[in-house]
């Protein structure tokens, strides 16, 4: 029982996993101190306060906390905002730079009766003689 389980955990998938998701926690907390710390007050600056928790309502003595509601949307909208322009497009510009780079013409291709690999304007293959279209 415990060697299935030793197996499962020390695949390379699950620990992958789990190395992705204590990253994934540490950008995350990276992340939202950027816009809490820096964002924000630079918000704040030009369009005075950026807190609207004391914005509120009341029916029947229920109170209904729309600042919190508002804070919650405005911090969500800067957080996606600063992944997608700090970390999506540079990414996205660093994989189409690697994609055209190992996007060259193949220069060989596979015999189809030994499968080994020959020049690509090969008739013959050198190592089994069969033709080769």
Do not use: H, Q, W
Not at 22 to 50: C, E, M, Q, S
Not at 88 to 117: D, F, G, H, Q, Y
Request: include cysteine; proline fraction near 5%.
């Amino acid at each position: 029982m415990l060697d299935g389980f030793k197996k499962f955990i020390l695949k390379g998938n699950v620990v992958d996993m789990a190395v992705g998701v204590v990253v994934g926690v540490a950008f995350g907390n990276v992340v939202t101190a950027l816009v809490k710390d820096l964002i924000t007050p630079l918000i704040g600056a030009f369009g005075g306060t950026p807190d609207f928790s004391g914005i509120f309502f009341t029916i029947n003595k229920s109170k209904f906390m729309v600042g919190d509601f508002l804070n919650s949307i405005i911090s969500f909208l800067t957080i996606s905002t600063t992944i997608y322009f700090a970390v999506v497009l540079p990414m996205n510009r660093l994989m189409r730079k690697n994609k055209s780079k190992k996007t060259e013409a193949p220069t060989e291709k596979i015999c189809p009766e030994c499968l080994s690999l020959i020049p690509l304007k090969a008739k013959k293959c050198k190592f089994c003689g069969s033709t080769v279209k």
